[in-house]
């Protein structure tokens, strides 16, 4: 593979990451959210065994293949399993309207490739059009955090916001330390388990969204 | 000797949290407690005396510089503090039914958990560990939080996790940025080690360098509780059990701090000394601004503590902002003197709100009358975090002051000097009207207990003697510190 292939590859594989955050932006019921967070990763895992082949890391292919496992099946299969299991009768409900979330969205995107073309030689320390999107992918993130009242968005915004963080981490060209990448990957883990056990914590005692209590004031 | 105890100072709290799970007995789950906290302690102590004087000890990912020591000898004066103070606090805990007695081995077990967490992210020199660590902060201590699993407890769990987890990726996220620029320059293999960083930074790129320090500092400062990301901070402070309030308040903050700073060093190298301090300065602004109104009208005591410890977040990035010499050793300063200080603060609000069974101010009157040394305790505590001289705040307050003016911020020094003024008149009020006057019915009239106290007195012996003078071997720690960061 010569090095304008992966680029172009790497690309291709951002413009996808992007489309699948826009759709877990306008998601309008979790399963969906869900389905994108977990299609999301498996692009990434896609993308660290294209950069695997090309730069004979091998250290690429654990990446890869801890993404698939973690980001891609387990936690969306958690999170399915809390969504059945607390029998979700609400779905996602955006604080401000959908349409103003779609043009925050897209003036994070614009802006993020706006930034990183004003950086001059850092673009070779990291493939393609990887720091963009992986900036873009972060803070819509967080946006979904932001504008989402119910636990689990919350959490598919997070995984988002972590799987852009994942990606441009990958290409970085010298790549990333491994233990340091299945360091990350564990904590997340935790984190999610900790997280899932509040939620189901506070749904049996109150009956309630943990991210809707807001009794703490002032 | 001194290498091998980077590697083992984190297993001491690990182990001792691991012992935890072994027994019920609760005298026995208090001495493991007290014990491993004293065993740190003494090794630190020993790795302290090492540090000054064979200079820095690194092994592998581990590496412990004097600015690491100053953090690392406040954490475990803590945690010992700590200890002692919650053989008592627990006992009452578990008579009101606040803390269950079965679930008591995990809780001290967390604690050291907790404990050994920070001790990484202080002794953490790899960039991708400190953040691993830091985030390990997180996920401890919100379970800590919402320990006593009532609906607010959980709510400030949620909040504080969801916060700062959001916060630390902006955090992971501006290290693999610094990362990415550091190993362009000098290849992969040790680009996230913060020394190997250190020894290239003057050639690495400004411009790449400059987002990966405002990602590191939104990031790490949500977790350090600069405003406006200190949201979790005052909810995360006044839910938890109080021993962990103290540690949070007292240290964990101060530890995402230490990794504010380590970026700041980077950056500052990479893309000139202005560029950091300037984004510190306008977060420590904003903090000490916002935190202000809040305290004034705040009815709950420990709401009270976690706002305040806003505004010296605030005022230790402040100093940092200023810069310069003096400035950063006043910030560093008042890092040991907050930490001392607020967790006091902590204990003695436990032991109001454990006596009078309510922790809204207007119900806690009269201390003076049922528990003459807590009362007094709080009165110093107040004093001191107000600022009057001769307490240790005072000193640090006024060395990030003089910084200030030798760098001529004149518009920053006077709205951090209204902002110290309101809140001194805010925080005595408060105090004051706690302290003083005919305790109410609520009020219970048993002795004070010796172990909180024994706990409570230590940090107000280390208050007093730091506000009257500060011994030369700190001294030349906190001088030697300041030449890490300044250069």
């Not at chain 2, 014990?35 to 302290?48: E, M, R």
Request: glycine share 10%; charged share 10%; with cysteine.
């Amino acid at each position: 593979m010569s090095a304008e292939t992966v680029h172009t590859i790497i690309d291709d594989l951002g413009a996808l990451l992007l489309f699948s955050m826009i759709l877990i932006v306008m998601a309008s019921q979790i399963s969906r959210a869900i389905y994108a967070v977990a299609a999301q990763s498996l692009f990434i895992a896609i993308a660290g065994g294209v950069l695997a082949m090309f730069t004979g890391n091998v250290d690429l292919w654990v990446i890869a293949g801890v993404t698939l496992a973690v980001k891609a099946i387990m936690l969306p299969w958690v999170l399915h399993w809390v969504v059945r299991r607390m029998n979700v009768r609400r779905e996602v409900e955006p604080v401000i309207p959908d349409a103003a979330t779609i043009v925050l969205a897209v003036a994070v995107v614009v802006m993020s490739f706006d930034l990183s073309t004003s950086l001059g030689t850092v673009r070779q320390a990291i493939t393609g059009n990887a720091l963009p999107v992986g900036i873009a992918l972060t803070v819509l993130g967080v946006l979904v955090m932001a504008t989402r009242k119910t636990a689990l968005t919350q959490m598919v915004g997070l995984f988002a916001s972590e799987n852009g963080i994942f990606f441009t981490a990958m290409a970085v060209t010298q790549g990333m330390p491994l233990i340091i990448e299945i360091g990350v990957s564990l904590d997340v883990i935790l984190a999610a388990l900790v997280m899932t056990i509040l939620v189901l914590r506070v749904r049996s005692t109150v009956d309630a969204d943990i991210a809707d209590l807001d009794r703490l004031r002032g | 000797m001194g290498e091998t105890l980077l590697w083992i100072l984190p297993l001491i709290p690990t182990v001792t949290a691991l012992l935890m799970l072994t027994t019920r007995d609760r005298r026995i789950i208090s001495a493991i407690d007290v014990g491993g906290s004293a065993v740190l302690a003494v090794l630190t102590l020993v790795l302290a005396s090492e540090v000054a004087t064979g200079g820095p000890r690194v092994l592998g990912i581990f590496r412990l510089d004097d600015l690491g020591l100053v953090f690392l000898l406040l954490l475990v004066v803590l945690t010992l503090a700590v200890s002692i103070y919650t053989v008592g606090w627990f006992r009452q805990a578990v008579e009101v039914g606040n803390m269950k007695a079965e679930s008591l081995r995990s809780y001290f077990a967390l604690v050291h958990a907790f404990v050994a967490t920070m001790v990484v992210t202080i002794l953490a020199d790899n960039l991708g560990v400190l953040w691993i660590a830091m985030e390990g902060t997180t996920i401890t201590s919100a379970v800590l939080i919402g320990y006593h699993g009532h609906q607010h407890g959980l709510e400030a769990a949620w909040k504080y996790i969801i916060v700062t987890t959001i916060g630390i990726s902006f955090g992971l996220f501006g290290t693999v940025l610094v990362y990415a620029a550091a190993a362009d320059v000098m290849g992969g293999a040790g680009a996230m080690s913060w020394l190997a960083i250190m020894k290239i930074a003057p050639t690495l790129d400004p411009g790449i360098i400059r987002i990966g320090f405002i990602f590191v500092l939104v990031g790490y400062g949500a977790k350090a509780g600069l405003a406006p990301m200190h949201l979790w901070l005052p909810d995360a402070h006044s839910q938890a059990p109080t021993p962990v309030s103290a540690l949070l308040s007292g240290i964990l903050i101060k530890c995402a701090l230490l990794a504010i700073i380590r970026f700041q060093t980077i950056s500052a190298a990479a893309c000139g000394s202005a560029f950091p301090t300037e984004a510190l300065l306008v977060f420590g602004l904003i903090s000490v601004v916002v935190a202000t109104p809040f305290i004034l009208v705040q009815h709950d005591i420990k709401r009270l503590l976690g706002y305040h410890s806003v505004e010296h977040v605030g005022i230790v990035a402040l100093g940092l902002g200023f810069g310069g010499s003096v400035g950063t050793y006043g910030a560093l300063l008042h890092v040991v003197n907050h930490g001392i200080t607020k967790a006091l603060a902590f204990f003695c609000a436990g032991a109001a709100i454990a006596r009078y069974n309510s922790r809204d101010m207007r119900v806690i009157r009269g201390m003076f009358a049922v528990a003459p040394v807590a009362a007094t305790l709080i009165m110093l505590a107040a004093l001191s975090l107000a600022g009057t001289p001769p307490f240790s705040i005072f000193i640090s307050e006024l060395l990030v002051l003089r910084a200030g003016i030798g760098q001529g911020h004149w518009i920053a020094i006077a709205i951090f000097l209204a902002m110290v003024v309101v809140i001194f008149a805010g925080l005595l009020h408060h105090v004051g009207a706690m302290a003083f006057g005919g305790p109410t019915a609520a009020a219970g009239r048993e002795g004070e207990a010796w172990s909180p106290l024994v706990g409570m007195l230590l940090l107000a012996a280390i208050m007093v003697v730091l506000g009257l003078t500060i011994p030369a071997s700190f001294d030349g720690l906190l001088q030697r510190a300041t030449e890490v960061v300044v250069g």
